[in-house]
């Protein structure tokens, strides 16, 4: 049976107030949490899955409102998946499993700034392991590249993807290095053409429909910008990361230069792996064939 999915064009921003409950279809709901921030759009998309939910996608912070607001839809949860240790996505999960018992799956905290250390997972899903929820199958998928311990995961019954940070509504993530890997990020996205999906579910805005051209989409945007930054090394003979930046970015707001400067540098190393381009200490060089 096809199921109907309430795709972008049929929501609107009422939906994501915090602590609304909003059933997106069969056996999908979502709970945003009262994070909303100019990184985080309206808040993270926390989901929860089954009629009535027993499992949960991305507690987000640990917010009591939120995690009250979970435990009231979902009293007898049995698994808490998380997509990665961002801040905005893992630290409820370790009160909701202490409070429910529930199983957490993920992928352990890597060491850094901008990790969850408090998110230790009982199961670290292999690639393709299925989880048989009531009536529903989730499918993990790893997914590196936005974090090294990024996991998206497949809603099997509807071709439901749930993306986290790995694809997002109306922005392309941003890669931050050291964790953060552009190339691991493209063989990503590459490997998720695979798979039978019918419409995306990011960890902040809408539904996204189409999702073999979101994915597609994303990758055209990171190779356009690749060349964006070859060009510019070759323009500048040695530039700085900062020098680039203003070369590369100039479609940015200066706000965002910050994020944009993290997928800068992880597209040179990038390039630097695949010795199109060298680093001398803070400057960068194109590598001649
Ligand atoms: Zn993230």
Redesign the pocket.
Known sequence: MRIQLRLVSLESMSEFEPGRLVRLAPGVHRLVAPNASPLTGPGTNTFLLGEPPTAVIDPGPAAPEHLAAIRQAAPRLTHVFVT?T?P??SPGARPLAESSGALLVGLPAPRGEHQDETFVPDVKPQRDQCFALEGLTLRAVDTPG??SN?VCYVLEEQGLLFS??HLLDGVT?VIPPPDGDMAAYLESLRRLRDYPLRAIAP?HGRLLGDPLAVIDGVIAHRLRREAKVLAALEQAGRASLDALLALVYQDKNTWLHRLARSSLEAHLIKLEREGRCMRDGDLWTVCRA
């Open positions: 990665h961002h905005d996505h936005h974090a990024h986290g940070d993530p960890g």
